[in-house]
């Protein structure tokens, strides 16, 4: 598994979770690292990505101001801090990461743009 991803699990409405992902082998080093979560029945949408740049994230409209990514290059891995979780954040949680090592573009936030991907953790923010 080249992204291995952790930290769902079920929540109340208002609470907290933090996930995380490493990447491994082929994954690792790769310019931009993100999120996306799937929902029963919905597409998969993007969440936040950021780049290996400390300062250069990318956030969706739902999740700004709640949810924080941060990157950590020393051990090859990003996490995603969620607060103020609602019931509709809930859904799988996957980790992604794009093929190139240099970025020169805004950080994407379409799936299609993303090679590398995780194997998914839920999340479950109960009302």
């Known amino acids: 598994v080249q992204l291995q991803a952790s930290g769902g699990g079920l929540v109340q409405t208002g609470g907290s979770l933090r996930l995380s992902c490493m990447a491994r082998g082929r994954a690792s080093g790769r310019a931009v690292m993100g999120w996306f979560r799937q929902a029963p029945g919905k597409e998969r949408e993007f969440v936040a990505g950021?780049?290996?740049?400390?300062?250069?994230?990318r956030y969706a409209d739902s999740t700004k101001g709640r949810f924080t990514i941060s990157r950590d290059t020393t051990k090859n891995t990003i996490y995603l801090q969620m607060d103020n979780l609602r019931p509709e954040d809930t859904a799988v949680y996957y980790c992604?990461?794009?093929?190139?090592?240099?970025?020169?573009?805004?950080?994407?936030?379409?799936?299609?743009?993303?090679?590398?991907w995780g194997q998914g953790t839920l999340v479950t923010v109960s009302s």
């Open positions: 992604a990461a794009t093929s190139d090592r240099i970025l020169t573009a805004p950080i994407p936030d379409t799936s299609g743009a993303y090679s590398y």
């Open positions: 950021v780049h290996r740049s400390p300062n250069n994230r």
